[in-house]
């Protein structure tokens, strides 16, 4: 059943043919209350299946399933109406009536958005939680004393759960101190950090100014590389490649289970502090899991624990000084990975230049242009450089489709996001009110991307249409109804405000002719309002066009080979 409703012509159906008829309904119902006759509603459209007569309208079944429509009596003076209906029809209604009518389907969208929005807050909504990851090198969040695994209580005296709301409060605070309560192994920690204020480019290719803490959401994995040969870790038996599960000291009888690297480099400064003989590193080596490394103590490392770390920079330095860093940049190639690379290699440079971190990495890879580099590996510890080509991938961007070139390759170890938190509404009245609150901030966010795309600013290439429609309705189906009824809503909010255009044959332009009616006293002439909707059918059709053909360019490969197969 699920296949079935997630096959891209299945959903897509399901999906437009909702939002339309919700739209049409709205239209039908507030015309009904403003004494508005209806000559036609209809399920679909095209050709009628079915049909049956309620009072003076039809209500019918139409053979192309995607929403319905709505026809009113008398939607121009010189349109005849039956018996029974003068006085009901759309034309003789007044100017605020008619408004409503017409306005009543962009809000019908909106309506429908924020119930669904609603539902989901029933179900519970998934969220990142405010856990630290990782602390980047030298950032705000290193020097303030914050700490991988350390959860996030409030910032400036307000709860925080949620990640969004840690990344909101610091972007937002460039060069402003924050006060942030932590949790951190059942204690509670207050800091000040302040965020550094840096320049980015957003989405439209503006130049924004932004606070940043330094602080990444993703948890490193406690995969381990050994960095130094005559190293405390690689002469107690641990190899690169190794997964730490757990480090505990025999003779305390104490044991910890750290959840990333972070914290493993924690546990390991805590442990060399407080066990001065030996002790047990539970290990996965090469998909076996449960292998005990037992590691002598070293002096050397012992005095520098007992000092214990008051940032986590320290901490950094002690693992590195045991010859352990993390796997974050370990090659770790499969059978179908680049043969240029061998397993436990560790990427250095790229491009010829050296970088910092993860992070420092990825940005070169997105600056490169080139689809051959010269990279830097450190082998058997020593470091050798290579020609690597690289991957190119088709990657669909604001100002259009473009090629990037990605590594070939596989990082072990990569971030891990951490369990959600699940946001739920417990009372119908508390969801629906998060349902319009979350469809406001949309319809401001949605809205705002419009306003780019009519000025210029977000390039027309941008914009989709019924192809782009479909994809994301059957991919969004295919991860379940929440992620479905989530693309319901957004494509409901953004039906709702393009029907807002002023363009002629939609509801914003209906309305700005009904208010030229107003200003003028009367009624346009039928020429005036011939030429108004012709023109105003040129441009949804162009724009029709233009979206299809956008669509094209972006998915006809992906549809060729559905079609055809993968030659």
């Not at 669904?116 to 939680?129: E, Q, R, T, V, Y």
């Not at 693309?487 to 953004?494: E, G, H, K, Q, T």
């Amino acid at each position: 059943m699920e296949s079935f409703f997630s096959h891209p012509l299945i959903a897509v159906v399901a999906l437009l043919g909702a939002l339309v008829f919700v739209h049409e309904f709205g239209h039908f119902l507030v015309g009904r209350a403003c004494g508005i006759a209806v000559e036609i509603f209809s399920i679909g459209f095209g050709a009628k299946l079915f049909s049956f007569r309620h009072g003076h309208t039809e209500y019918r079944l139409s053979a192309v399933p995607l929403g319905g429509y709505v026809k009113f009596y008398g939607a121009s003076p010189a349109e005849p109406v039956p018996a029974g209906v003068e006085g009901q029809e759309f034309f003789r209604a007044n100017y605020w009536r008619r408004m409503a009518t017409i306005a009543a389907g962009p809000g019908a969208n909106f309506l429908l958005a924020a119930i669904a929005f609603a539902i989901l807050g029933l179900s519970g909504i998934s969220h990142p939680p405010a856990i630290v990851g990782d602390v980047l090198p030298g950032a705000p969040a290193e020097l303030a004393g914050v700490f991988p695994g350390d959860k996030l209580i409030a910032i400036d005296g307000f709860p925080v759960v949620r990640w969004r709301q840690l990344e909101a409060s610091v972007s937002q605070s460039a060069d402003r101190v924050l006060k942030w309560t932590l949790e951190r192994n059942g204690q509670v920690i207050h800091i000040d950090l302040k965020p550094a204020a840096v320049e980015v480019e957003n989405a439209l290719g503006r130049k924004i100014r932004i606070g940043r803490a330094g602080v990444s959401l993703g948890i490193v994995p406690a995969y381990l590389y050994m960095s130094k040969k005559d190293g405390w870790a690689y002469r107690s038996g641990i190899r690169t490649g190794d997964l730490v599960k757990g480090v505990s000291c025999p003779r305390l009888s104490i044991e910890r289970n750290p959840k990333g690297f972070g914290e493993f480099a924690v546990v390991l400064w805590e442990m060399i502090s407080i066990c001065d003989s030996t002790i047990n590193i539970e290990i996965i080596r090469d998909g076996v899991p449960s292998k005990i490394v037992a590691a002598k103590v070293d002096q050397g490392l012992l005095n520098i624990a007992n000092k214990g770390p008051l940032v986590f920079s320290e901490v950094r330095e002690f693992v590195a000084l045991a010859g352990i860093e993390d796997a974050q940049l370990l090659v770790w190639p499969d059978q179908k990975d680049s043969s240029v690379f061998l397993r436990g290699d560790r990427l250095v440079r790229f491009a010829g230049k050296k970088f910092d971190g993860v992070f420092g990495l990825r940005d070169l890879v997105i600056e490169n242009q080139s689809p051959v580099v010269k990279i830097g590996l450190i082998r058997d510890f020593r470091e050798i450089e290579l020609d690597l080509p690289l991957k190119a991938v088709d990657s669909q961007q604001a100002k259009g489709r473009v090629t990037v070139y990605t590594l070939p390759v596989s990082l072990l170890g990569q971030p891990e996001e951490p369990a959600p938190v699940i946001e739920k509404y417990s009372g119908f009245f508390s969801a629906l009110t998060y349902g319009f609150e979350e469809c406001g901030r949309q319809i401001v966010v949605i809205a705002g991307a419009l306003a780019h795309l009519v000025s210029g600013e977000i390039p027309i290439k941008a914009l989709g249409g019924p192809i782009m429609i479909a994809k994301v309705a059957g991919d969004s189906a295919k991860l379940g109804w929440q992620s479905f009824l989530t693309s319901l809503a957004l494509i409901s909010v953004n039906l709702g405000l393009v029907n807002l255009f002023p363009i002629p044959v939609l509801d914003g332009g209906q309305m700005v002719l009904f208010s030229i009616e107003g200003i003028l006293r009367r009624p346009l002439n039928d020429r005036a309002m011939e030429f108004f909707h012709k023109i105003g059918f040129i441009f949804v059709a162009a724009l029709v066009l233009l979206a299809t053909y956008n669509d094209l360019s972006r998915f006809w490969k992906s549809m060729l080979i559905a079609l055809v197969g993968d030659q």
